[in-house]
């Protein structure tokens, strides 16, 4: 069947200006609540890790403050009456927390194998960590949903750097629990690791995202594709 005079499925209607409106309202609130969440999370982690002596944990919390850095980033970039014009600085704040983020892990789990370090029991941290799994990927997909309709890159990064933590969340909760049951304290750095790298590539497409200066509709697709002039 002829395609032609059909419209590219890669184009989607811009919203009204009062649509536009309530999708900027939406946005601050979801970073609102993501930043008080990840202070709250920041300071138990923080405190339950010093407690237990475990790096997982510390490194949870120091995880915790990256995300708020993020979410802050895009906070202030819809505090703007023109947000599209703070886009570049807010997605490349939203790359160096990702870069941020894969190196506080990484240095984390590199401490654990190495044996420098030991992840204790902690229930705080089991029950926190199980909270999180359940909250972030929530907060993620309705920030990304809205980032989407809303055409805002900055914000559909700033999902991917939730999405990442929620993982992280769930690389912790396992650790920990195997840790605790079958006293396998390597588990939670190698799939901590493993995350790192998931960070690390999702940093570089949001700094690119900015630096290739595609347009907003492609770095809010579903196609992740590399730029062409990159």
């Known amino acids: 069947?002829?395609?032609?005079?059909?419209?590219?499925p890669r184009l989607r209607a811009q919203p009204s200006p009062a649509r536009r409106a309530t999708l900027q309202r939406r946005i601050r609130w979801i970073v609102a609540a993501t930043i008080a969440y990840n202070v709250v999370e920041a300071v138990i982690a923080l405190s339950a890790g010093t407690v237990a002596s475990s790096a997982a944990l510390v490194g949870f919390g120091l995880d915790s403050i990256v995300e708020v850095l993020s979410a802050a980033a895009v906070a202030w970039q819809f505090s703007s009456p023109?947000?599209?014009?703070?886009?570049?600085i807010a997605l490349?704040?939203?790359?160096?927390?990702f870069f941020g983020l894969a190196a506080f892990v990484s240095v984390?789990?590199?401490?654990s194998l190495l044996g420098f370090a030991e992840v204790q029991h902690s229930t705080v941290g089991i029950v926190l960590a199980a909270v999180s799994v359940v909250l972030m990927p929530?907060?993620?997909?309705?920030?990304r949903r809205t980032g989407k309709e809303l055409g805002s890159a900055s914000a559909v990064a700033d999902s991917k750097q939730t999405l990442i933590c929620s993982y992280l969340s769930a690389a912790?909760?396992?650790g920990l629990v195997l840790n605790s049951t079958l006293g396998w304290a390597w588990a939670d750095a190698v799939a901590a690791l493993v995350i790192a790298g998931f960070a690390v590539r999702e940093g570089v497409e949001a700094w690119r995202g900015d630096a290739c200066k595609r347009p907003?509709?492609?770095?809010t697709s579903e196609n992740t594709d590399t730029c062409d002039c990159c």
């Open 108 to 111: 984390d789990a590199a401490r």
């Open 172 to 174: 912790v909760l396992i």
């Open 82 to 88: 023109d947000p599209h014009r703070r886009e570049r």
């Open 1 to 8: 069947m002829s395609t032609v005079g059909l419209p590219s």
């Open 92 to 97: 490349r704040v939203i790359a160096l927390s």
């Open 138 to 143: 929530a907060f993620s997909l309705f920030e």
């Open 216 to 219: 907003v509709s492609s770095l």
